[in-house]
């Protein structure tokens, strides 16, 4: 990710596909929390700027 403002965030369980024509569906695939959390301290610092909403 970076700082195109393209990007969206996905829901937590949602499911992002592109077919080969580049046609782009979402889909929440889970219905609760994942088990294990990303933290931001896990990524690295481009990764973790990338995460802060401006």
């Known amino acids: 990710m ?4 393209g990007w ?5 369980g ?3 596909h592109v077919d080969r024509n580049l ?3 979402r ?3 889970l219905d609760r ?3 294990d959390l ?5 990524l690295d610092s481009r990764a973790a ?5 401006k």
Not at 8 to 12: I, K
Not at 38 to 42: A, F, Q, R, S, W
């Open 2 to 5: 970076d700082e195109d403002p």
């Open 8 to 12: 969206t965030p996905l829901r937590s």
């Open 14 to 16: 949602e499911l992002l």
């Open 23 to 25: 046609t782009v569906s």
């Open 27 to 29: 889909e929440v695939v």
């Open 33 to 35: 929390p994942p088990r």
């Open 38 to 42: 990303i933290h931001l301290d896990d």
């Open 49 to 53: 700027a990338a995460q802060h909403e």
